[in-house]
């Protein structure tokens, strides 16, 4: 079918032609892309044009797409079987994976998305301490559950709605929202609040308004006072789990929070999404304690198969984590590098294998967003997600995006 035809229908059946906001291409203009096939680091639209893909699912396929290995691992599960509603043995081997390389991780429940990893951890918290109050910071994203769509970055962001419709207030009322990276303010909140803290939830890095670096001394600080006040800190990874180290950014860089959320990598490009963390607080989710969390899907064999083959996979590759930080940071200078010499004001952020770029204005981005998709480069279509690079990229393919950066360029 042909491409506009494809996007009319698909307008026509789904909201915007697509089932999450980003992929509208809003911010970017132009169509969005329907996308047929992926193979490392390429996805190919229905008419056969490739494009190298820097979004990756949202960060999820850092192997790649189709990575071979993984596919017959998937194969060979949903031959058995596509789902039980039991226990089966590829989510006990995914928990125990998992907890090898995050000890802070005794116990996990599996669940089949970031947006429900947080909601149970945030359930959890607030069951464990007995208490209603949360805090999250500005711009930070933590998926679309009412309570959290509290000024959030990532779609909202960039659509620019402070707030979702159709969240009630009284939904938002627990839900503070700090200043990143400012202790003064913690030190209010928390003399404030008190012992209403339940928890406080932050990104390591944060991934969802732009890449934002971590403050490792706020960190360690957020480690101090919600100890000070018995209120629980919370890591989401849903990004940063498995993407930078084999195992958890908030550990690496020196802190052990007692929940951890996880997502995205763990399942291989399949739904999940996880949290874990102590025994004594994991065994107050029922049926050992009273807080309650249940799902038809969750620990589903063939996404424990996709997320355990991506683990082992990456468990072997665990020293060469710095082949796609190297590529990105090859990418990003030399970005910058053509930028300055053609005096272009761009700013680009990056952490290890992630980076977001950043024109002076929305249009200039648009121009370079379009003149870089029309030659076959899939940057993330907005300022304010993330780009990610994968053991699916090569040189050649930094290669061609820089060349096509220069002529994009020469044309601003
Ligand atoms: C993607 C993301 C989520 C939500 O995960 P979904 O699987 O999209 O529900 C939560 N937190 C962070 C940091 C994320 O990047």
């Not at 229905?46 to 192997?63: E, M, P, T």
């Not at 590759?317 to 300055?340: D, F, Q, V, W």
Request: a positive charge; glycine letters at 12%; aromatic letters at 10%.
């Amino acid at each position: 079918m042909a491409k506009e035809k494809l996007i009319k229908k698909a307008k026509k059946y789904l909201v915007a032609g697509v089932d999450s906001p980003v992929r509208a291409f809003n911010y970017v203009g132009g169509d969005l892309l329907v996308i047929k096939k992926g193979s490392g680091s390429k996805v190919y639209d229905h008419a056969g044009k490739g494009y190298i893909d820097y979004v990756l699912s949202w960060g999820s396929l850092i192997l790649g797409h189709a990575s071979p290995k993984i596919t017959r691992d998937v194969k060979k599960a949903l031959d058995s079987g596509f789902s039980f509603g039991t226990t089966n043995i590829r989510e006990i081997e995914l928990a125990k994976a998992i907890s090898k390389a995050i000890p802070v991780i005794e116990k996990i429940r599996f669940v089949n998305s970031g947006t429900e990893a947080v909601m149970g951890a945030i359930r959890l918290a607030r069951g464990y301490t007995g208490r209603d109050k949360i805090i999250k910071f500005r711009n930070s994203y933590h998926g679309h559950a009412d309570y959290l769509l509290a000024k959030g970055g990532s779609g909202l962001a960039t659509l620019g709605i402070p707030q979702s419709d159709g969240v009630p207030r009284d939904f938002t009322k627990h839900t503070i929202v700090a200043p990143y990276g400012d202790k003064k303010s913690m030190d209010k909140i928390f003399t404030k609040y008190d012992k209403e803290i339940a928890a406080v939830i932050f990104e390591p890095c944060g991934g969802n308004y732009g890449v934002t670096l971590p403050d490792i001394d706020f960190i360690k600080y957020l480690r101090v006072i919600t100890k000070k006040y018995g209120a629980l800190l919370i890591a989401d990874e849903v990004i940063t789990g498995f993407r930078f180290y084999f195992g958890s950014l908030a550990v690496k860089l020196g802190v052990k929070p007692d929940l951890i959320i996880l997502g995205k990598i763990i399942g291989g490009g399949l739904p999940v999404g996880a949290y874990g963390g102590g025994r004594r607080i994991m065994n107050k989710l029922a049926p050992l304690g009273e807080v309650y969390q249940a799902s038809t899907f969750s620990g589903n064999p063939v996404v424990m198969q996709a997320g355990l083959s991506t683990l082992k996979a990456l468990r072997d590759l665990r020293y060469s984590y710095n082949r796609p930080e190297k590529l990105a940071a090859c990418l990003t200078i030399s970005l910058m590098k053509e930028a300055g010499r053609r005096h272009i004001d761009l700013k680009i952020v990056r952490f290890g294998s992630i980076f977001s770029i950043k024109f002076k204005d929305k249009k200039i981005f648009r121009k370079f967003y379009r003149g870089m998709l029309r030659r076959g480069i899939y940057f993330a279509p907005s300022e304010f997600e993330a780009n990610f690079l994968s053991f699916g990229h090569t040189g050649k393919d930094i290669d061609k995006t820089i060349k096509a950066a220069e002529e994009v360029m020469r044309d601003m």
